[in-house]
């Protein structure tokens, strides 16, 4: 077990939003709530606390610590994955240079998605092809998770040079809303959806690359589901699911193509009712679910959102 699971304490820097969507998010999984000097709240459950100061400062204490990072803060808010993986994943750290290990640079094809966690927009899942050459090449162009690239300019930029270097082996399914609500309904879990979506990817990319021997994605539940998913071009596919997958140039790749699709699916989405609509599922998307809802209807809004989000169920539930 890597030592940095033992830790027992941990101190980052967070936005005031950032904060309090936190304490939101520990409401609503029934931490129980105090107040300590300079702070905005303290939450406590069983032998974990968490305190965000009014400084920006988040600590974290008790014998959960690894974990609520790992599994809490640093998916749902902080929006990057560090703890604990840096030496295993090839991760940069002071001491600890980034070393990818050897079947990072073997063929093989990386899948990611974007758009799960956004009440507007579809659900985008991209399948990239590498070899050793042009794993080498995306690293030196500087590919890396989506989540850690904040403009849309660089997402741009970097898909461009993704296609140029693996010279159409790629593949990207796009999920549009009236589908996903449809499939959601079909299928009534998250998990299930997003598997069917990752074997589609697969299934395009063999398609292209007949004779890639393997396919790695990020864990997000059980590997029988994307396995079951898999029609008869993916039955002979060794799939691996991997916590923090995204250090794998292939995967990396595969987030940033499904991020632009993603990007240009929302924008376009927009423009017949003149809105812009916003990324994530927060108060924004309240806002704008409401005037849609108010002016174009129920079933607008529905052809534009996730509808099994709660925010959809906010503006729509009682109607």
């Given amino acids: 077990m890597n030592s940095e699971k033992t830790k027992t304490s941990y101190v ?20 129980v709530f105090s107040k300590v000097p300079y702070s905005r709240w303290k939450a406590s459950k069983e032998k974990t606390s968490v305190v965000a100061y009014q400084s920006g400062k988040l600590t974290v204490q008790g014998q959960g610590t690894a974990d609520f990072v790992m599994f809490v803060l640093e998916p749902d808010i902080l929006k990057k994955a560090v703890f604990g993986y840096e030496k ?39 399948a990239v092809y590498v070899d050793e050459f ?11 998770d989506s989540k850690a690239i904040k403009s849309d300019r660089k997402i741009f930029e970097l898909a461009g040079i993704i296609r140029k270097t693996v010279q159409g082996k790629f593949a990207v399914v796009t999920v549009g809303n009236v589908a996903y609500n449809r499939l959601y309904g079909q299928f009534g879990n998250l998990n299930k959806l997003l598997a069917w979506g990752h074997a589609r990817a697969i299934e395009n990319i063999l398609e292209k690359v007949p004779d890639c021997p393997r396919a790695l994605s990020d864990k997000f539940a059980a590997e029988n589901l994307i396995k079951d998913a898999l029609m008869k071009h993916g039955r002979n596919i060794k799939l691996e ?5 995204e250090s794998d140039p292939a995967v990396a790749a595969a987030s940033v193509l499904a991020r632009e699709a993603f990007i240009n699916s929302l924008k376009k989405n927009g423009e017949p009712i003149g809105m812009k609509l916003p990324r994530g599922g927060g108060v924004q998307a309240d806002v704008v679910a409401a005037e849609i809802f108010h002016k174009h209807g129920e079933q607008v809004l ?18």
């Fill in 302 to 319: 529905v052809e534009l959102c996730k509808k099994h989000f709660r925010n959809f169920k906010k503006v729509a539930g009682n109607q």
């Fill in 88 to 126: 295993e994943l090839g991760l940069k750290t002071e001491d600890q240079p980034a070393v990818l290990p050897p079947e990072s640079f073997e063929p093989h094809a990386g899948v990611d998605e974007s758009g799960k966690g956004d009440f507007f927009g579809p659900l985008v899942i991209a």
């Fill in 134 to 144: 042009s794993s080498r090449k995306l690293l030196e162009f500087g590919i890396k």
């Fill in 12 to 31: 980052v820097e967070v936005t005031e939003q950032q904060a309090f969507q936190l304490e939101k998010l520990l409401i609503e999984k029934g931490w």
């Fill in 241 to 245: 699911q991997r916590v923090r997958a």
